[in-house]
């Protein structure tokens, strides 16, 4: 199967040596905005091919070869960064995302395979949160666009007729091909067992009180290798950042989290095996 992988970064460098390993063809393409290209030379080697390309500008040579699946994942994700670049961060997903999703149908790929967040469900949540659960207040143009990126690819898919698969992911942690060294690129869960490691305060934010939803990188990338069209959540557990900072001290966590995200998937890691290791 030929694989066209849009954001080589932390997410995407893994999905393709999941890739590479079952014997798909693989090509990974980003503008290195965020990602040092020079990390993926140990998937270079493996059998990846590594293009340099900007989902704001023409795609046209990347899918003139006609890729059985496209993953979107190049996003311009980081919140701080959003509000010090915000067009930059519009013009990539945004525009960007929508040119992709015309892309496709343009060339008659079957199936496309979105990275989307679970942060389109807003705030103050409770209870259960599923695919059907609506879209909340957003504070920031990073998730905001995730929002739009959905519903300007379900316009597409509508249009041209291909299968779109929408993957809401929680925070992702764990190692990968790609690691970014920038604080503005780090989740909190790599961050906070780097503190505890070095014995270093962990910075809680009122009280570390938010509930997120976790997956580990490698189970990611397995689901959205072997995803299928529709919309779904891609998280293996729900906690709250003060659970996510007791775990890496050696903790109890309290287990409080304010609400559920719903999952059809297996998942094969923990996040207490990853943090107390």
Do not use: C
């Not at 930059?88 to 060339?107: K, L």
């Not at 409770?126 to 739009?148: C, F, I, M, N, W």
Request: cysteine-free; charged content about 25%.
């Amino acid at each position: 199967m030929k694989i066209l992988v849009l954001g080589a970064g932390y997410i995407g460098a893994k999905l393709a040596e999941l890739a590479l390993a079952d014997g798909h063809d693989v090509v990974l393409a980003d503008n290195w905005f965020a990602t040092d290209r020079r990390q993926l030379a140990g998937l270079e080697a493996a059998g990846a091919r590594v293009d340099t390309a900007d989902i704001r500008e023409d795609l046209g040579a990347l899918f003139a070869e006609r890729p059985d699946v496209v993953y979107l994942l190049a996003a311009q994700a980081s919140r701080p960064l959003s509000e010090r670049d915000p067009d930059y961060t519009e013009q990539t997903n945004v525009t960007g995302t929508r040119r992709v999703g015309a892309a496709v149908g343009q060339a008659d790929v079957p199936l496309l395979v979105f990275g989307s967040s679970l942060h389109v469900y807003g705030s103050g949540l409770s209870g259960e949160v599923g695919p059907a659960t609506p879209y909340g207040p957003q504070r920031d143009l990073a998730h905001l666009s995730k929002v739009y990126g959905e519903q300007a690819l379900s316009i597409e898919a509508d249009r041209h007729g291909f299968g779109l698969a929408i993957l809401r992911l929680g925070i992702v942690y764990g190692p990968s091909p790609v690691e970014h060294s920038a604080e503005a690129s780090q989740t909190v869960v790599d961050k906070f067992r780097k503190l505890a490691a070095a014995g270093e305060e962990l910075p809680l934010d009122d009280g570390g009180r938010a509930t997120i939803g976790v997956v580990h990188v490698e189970d990611a990338a397995r689901i959205l290798l072997d995803t299928r069209p529709g919309v779904e959540n891609l998280a293996a557990e729900t906690v709250t950042v003060a659970d996510v900072a007791a775990l890496a001290r050696g903790d109890e966590p309290a287990g409080d989290a304010a609400f559920a995200v719903s999952s059809p998937f297996s998942y094969r890691h923990r996040l207490a095996d990853y943090l107390r290791r």
